[in-house]
């Protein structure tokens, strides 16, 4: 027979456990934010209250968000948004969910001078370009993308955070983007050999089109530089391998390392 959840706290640990049984890399942490988001609170008000009862909606809502993380979705998209830097951005399975890691590029938009133009190429959310708009409203940003779709989901989060930013339909660098100062850009950087080996939340849910480029994983990177003008600035994110070979394609090149201490971001002047 089933178990009855009535606590808050029968809820976590029903939950962690059957995240845990399905092969989840942190069960708790997922549990509780996605008890949270189901009954409305913050994750803190779980630990104040542990026992609170609750309603049968809300018992409901908790199982149908994990029965959904069990079949490994990624917590971002059954809650629908994720932070980066300061901003929450809405996310659904469109798009990419923005990485830790990809904050690293903050350290190249924060040496520009004020009324430098930025653009952001492959803006999946609109993550780099919408923190580079909030925390820079200095600088005047700009960003495409190659998916209709994840165009949509840009343009709604830059509508809802009230951030100046234009997002257009493009692959590669678009026209107008040529005289940008700089361009930052988190392509797709996957190698097809790599991805059947990915974890299920990335190969079951995410899009391949967000994050596959090519046999080593480096065509939408080459095929940007090839296409922006000769001594543009670009800064480009990585896989730690692809580092050597990145730095190759371009002049004066560096590449920045993230808090794991792996090469991650590419920064240097189109040749
Ligand atoms: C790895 S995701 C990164 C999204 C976002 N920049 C972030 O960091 O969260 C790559 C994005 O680039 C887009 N994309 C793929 N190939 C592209 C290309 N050749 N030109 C422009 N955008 C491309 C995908 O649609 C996807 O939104």
């Not at 178990?3 to 456990?17: C, E, F, L, N």
């Not at 040496?111 to 580079?132: F, K, M, N, P, Y």
């Not at 580092?243 to 040749?271: I, K, M, N, Q, Y």
Request: aromatic share 2%; net charge negative; proline share 7%.
């Amino acid at each position: 027979m089933a178990t009855v959840v009535r606590t808050v706290r029968d809820a976590v640990a029903g939950a962690t456990a059957a995240l845990e049984a399905a092969g989840c890399d942190t069960p708790r942490l997922d549990a509780e934010v996605l008890i949270a988001d189901a009954l409305g609170v913050e994750r803190a008000a779980l630990h104040t209250d542990p026992d609170a009862s609750l309603t049968p909606e809300a018992h409901a809502g908790v199982t149908e968000r994990v029965r959904r993380r069990a079949m490994r979705e990624p917590v971002a998209y059954i809650v629908g948004r994720r932070g980066f830097r300061g901003l929450e951005l809405a996310v659904d399975p469109r798009v990419l969910i923005p990485r830790p890691e990809t904050e690293l590029l903050v350290e190249v938009w924060l040496e520009l001078r004020a009324g430098s133009r930025v653009h952001d190429a492959g803006t999946g959310s609109g993550a780099v370009a919408l923190a580079i708009a909030d925390e820079r409203p200095d600088l005047r940003v700009t960003a495409s993308d190659a998916s209709r779709a994840a165009v949509e989901v840009a343009r709604a989060n830059a509508r809802r955070l009230g951030l100046p930013v234009e997002i257009a339909l493009a692959r590669g660098l678009p026209r107008e983007a040529r005289d940008a100062d700089l361009v930052v850009a988190n392509l797709p950087y996957v190698s097809e050999g790599e991805w059947p080996g990915l974890p299920p939340e990335i190969v079951d849910h995410e899009p391949r089109e967000a994050l596959v480029a090519g046999v080593d994983g480096l065509d939408a990177i080459r095929a940007l530089v090839a296409e922006a003008p000769h001594g543009k600035r670009v800064a480009l994110e990585h896989a730690p391998h692809q580092a050597a070979a990145v730095r190759s394609l371009l002049g004066d090149a560096r590449t920045l390392r993230d808090l794991a201490g792996l090469e991650r971001v590419t920064v240097g002047g189109v040749p």
